[in-house]
């Protein structure tokens, strides 16, 4: 026979049974910034097939290229990528850099030598985007190609708006 004391303890079981069924899985740690003293992975010498032409104000003075085989998305929110600046009358620089979507910032991280190896920047802290000539390929990365609403985009995105023509 089942009396009120069984019958009590039997709903709260069902209770807690569902409330456990119910419990959002906890999801892992997800870190917010770079760990201390983190040794960077560089990227292979950039291919030829993989730079695309990007759009900035500056187009009259140089022109900009990404390395798509180079793009990645860190845990941590960092979107880094190559880039390559051929300006009209000085030598190009190809650098390894990252932008932090969320806080609006660009760091170097290193720098491709001729003889096709990286040097690592000397001073990779994280800088202020401004929407100003200085580092208007890190404006133009961050507001048109990279980010949406201070987050990464997906890598499917960012090919996809970097291969869109001009506006």
Known sequence: ????????????????????????????????APPENEQVALPDRPAADGWIEFTTVAKETSRFYIDSHSISVMPWGEVRYTVRIAPVSATEVVS??????????????????????????????????HAVFQNDHHHALYRDYLCAFNSPRTLSEMIRELKKPPH
């Open 1 to 32: 026979m089942i009396t009120n004391s069984h019958f009590r303890m039997g709903v709260t079981l069902l209770v807690a049974a569902l409330a456990a069924c119910s419990a959002p899985a906890e999801k892992p740690a997800v870190p917010l």
């Open 96 to 129: 390894f850099e990252g932008i932090m979507c969320k806080s609006r910032e660009w760091r170097p991280l290193a720098f491709l030598r001729p003889d096709g190896s990286w040097s690592l920047a000397r001073e990779p802290g994280w800088l202020e985007i």
